[in-house]
């Protein structure tokens, strides 16, 4: 990934889909999950995990309205061909993600370097010039001396800072901060609410660290990762976009580790259901209205779930649901919080960036991933205008694949935008004309005068809404809804990451059990304020090391095997 080899120097799926209900005993509890992303997948696998060591008897149930375990993590296949699966959403994880990695240990899968497979240059550009470049044929040393040069020890100090707040906020993993049933006490306890109320830019700048370090470097990182700007992204946000050390993903698709945890958890999958409603029956358990998708020349077909549920866990944001609910059901009202609207494009070309797209000389040794920041006299925006004068948030080489009608090695690009790419905006940066439709036909290529070498061989491009605009804010939606109807999408405007999007699922597993179980916790209002905001010091350089080491034992792994961010 690019963002990690710039700060380097510094799920299988044999399911069973089951159409009807299953009988069981009285005291097993049922439990249904709305949603097969990182959440449901998680919670699936911890409501497992923890009633087999509480010796509670359960039966899950997942509707996913998709036909796919993953959620927002999912490849597509360049040439459409199986052998070449590239990552569409969530690309990479990092050793601190504990529930990703110890899922990836125990379920075998194959961990793979998620760079570039070309070596050459990394750019920050502003869409005028590149401000800062790095090779990656360089020694690291030699990278460092030159952030360094450029930027001073701000990059030191920003990555202490960052260290100080991921080590705050691993605490969330733990006793007595986990399990939670208020995400906004936690946030205040652990002072992490005095960071997700102020903007990054304010952040960085209460440390003395909002620099050209925090415009080039950070906010290419918050853009890239999160499509915002650090005036429009909190401080907790621009944090944990600069926390891809370590980075990682899976060989064939991270949607394997989701596939393999929903597999473990042993529940009933129903593919291409959608949920269309809850309600509460005469005995107070929940009732589950879905529409299965039709197949063609088909109507769709909706029913009742003939399983009454004890406990329901929607994991899937629930303003694009399309869920209606009984009154008085939703006891906590559900925030509607703005997503961002992310253009992501993968296309193949023989082609590598043109020198005079990005204003530079002919044959000039252009970057073959580019990230982009805003110049130094444009003001900042949200949303759509939120690119600037680059136009686009990234553009980075993926690997190199074989054209497989030329039989010649051609590049996999990959863009975020927010907007949709054209074939204008391809010609530009590509140095070359693309066709209105992209790519050509037989027809066509026969047609252009023996000219058999297409510019765009093959293109794929998706609208996402992959996270919320993380807008500065000191409450969040809490993961309890009402008797046992929980919620864990309320996460996504603290962090929105594979690893917490299953962190949350975990910690409703964890709560359902308990409940069951009997387990008390402590209440909220009794553990107080524990922790000042994060802000780095030199009597803090070991905190993150200390804190890996004390969450990473507590989840089965050992320091060594965690790399320190």
Same mark, same amino acid.
């Given at each position: ?57 359960? $039966? ?146 209460? $440390? ?63 593919? $291409? ?233 975990? $910690? ?58």
């Amino acid at each position: 990934m690019a963002v990690r080899r710039l700060l380097s120097a510094l799920t299988l799926l044999p399911f069973s889909v089951i159409s009807g209900a299953v009988g069981s005993p009285d005291h097993v509890k049922q439990i249904a999950i709305i949603g097969a992303g990182a959440a449901g997948s998680s919670a699936a696998y911890h409501l497992r995990k923890y009633a087999n060591e509480s010796n509670v008897a359960i $039966n899950v149930t997942i509707f996913e309205k998709t036909a796919r375990i993953g959620g927002r993590t999912l490849t597509v296949n360049v040439y459409d061909d199986p052998i070449e699966p590239i990552e569409l959403g969530a690309s990479i994880f990092v050793d601190v993600n504990y529930i990703l990695s110890n899922a990836t240990r125990d379920f075998k899968l194959t961990v793979k370097d998620p760079g570039a497979e070309e070596d050459g240059l990394l750019g920050i550009w502003d869409g005028e010039s590149f401000l800062y470049t790095q090779d990656s044929n360089s020694w690291d040393w030699v990278n460092l001396a030159r952030l360094f040069w450029k930027y001073g020890t701000a990059p030191y100090y920003t990555h202490k800072l960052v260290q100080s707040t991921v080590a705050t906020f691993l605490k969330l993993y733990e006793e007595p901060f986990f399990p939670f049933r208020s995400l906004s006490t936690r946030a205040f306890q652990l002072d992490l609410a005095k960071i997700t109320g102020v903007t990054g830019r304010q952040f960085l700048a209460a $440390n003395n660290l909002d620099g050209a370090f925090a415009h080039d470097i950070v906010q290419a990182s918050t853009r890239v990762n999160y499509a915002s700007n650090l005036e429009f992204i909190h401080g907790l946000g621009a944090m944990v976009a600069m926390a891809p050390e370590g980075a990682k993903a899976i060989e064939g698709g991270n949607w394997q580790i989701f596939a393999r945890m929903v597999k473990a958890s042993k529940a009933e999958v129903h593919l $291409n259901s959608a949920v269309s409603g809850i309600s509460l029956d005469a005995d107070n358990k929940y009732k589950i209205m879905t529409e299965k998708k039709p197949g063609d020349g088909e109507s769709t077909e909706a029913r009742s779930h003939p399983v009454a549920f004890d406990d329901v866990i929607i994991a899937t944001p629930f303003q694009y649901a399309n869920i209606s609910t009984s009154e008085g059901l939703i006891q906590t009202p559900i925030d509607s919080i703005p997503y961002a609207t992310l253009h992501v494009t993968l296309f193949a070309s023989p082609y590598k960036f043109s020198p005079a797209f990005f204003k530079m000389p002919p044959a000039s040794n252009v970057p073959v991933s580019v990230l982009t920041t805003l110049g130094a006299d444009e003001e900042a925006h949200p949303g759509r205008s939120g690119a600037g004068k680059a136009g686009f948030f990234s553009a980075t080489l993926q690997r190199i694949v074989m054209n497989p009608r030329t039989h010649n090695p051609e590049y996999v690009y990959k863009i975020f935008s927010p907007e949709a790419v054209t074939p204008d905006f391809l010609s530009e940066l590509l140095g070359v004309e693309i066709p209105e439709s992209f790519t050509r036909t037989g027809d066509e290529r026969r047609e252009s005068a023996g000219d058999s070498v297409d510019p765009v061989s093959w293109i794929h491009a998706t609208v996402f809404h992959p996270y919320p605009q993380k807008y500065p804010r000191v409450t969040f939606q809490d993961p309890i809804l009402g008797k046992g109807l929980y919620y864990t999408s309320g996460i996504e405007s603290f962090i929105s990451t594979m690893e917490t999007s299953a962190l949350m699922g975990m $910690n409703v597993a964890r709560l359902i059990i308990d409940d069951y179980a009997g387990i008390p916790h402590p209440e909220d209002e009794e553990m107080g304020a524990v922790h000042r905001v994060p802000k780095y010091e030199e009597d803090e350089q070991n905190v993150l090391e200390k804190q890996q080491q004390k969450t990473a034992e507590h989840y089965g792994q050992g320091a060594e095997e965690v790399n320190e961010l």
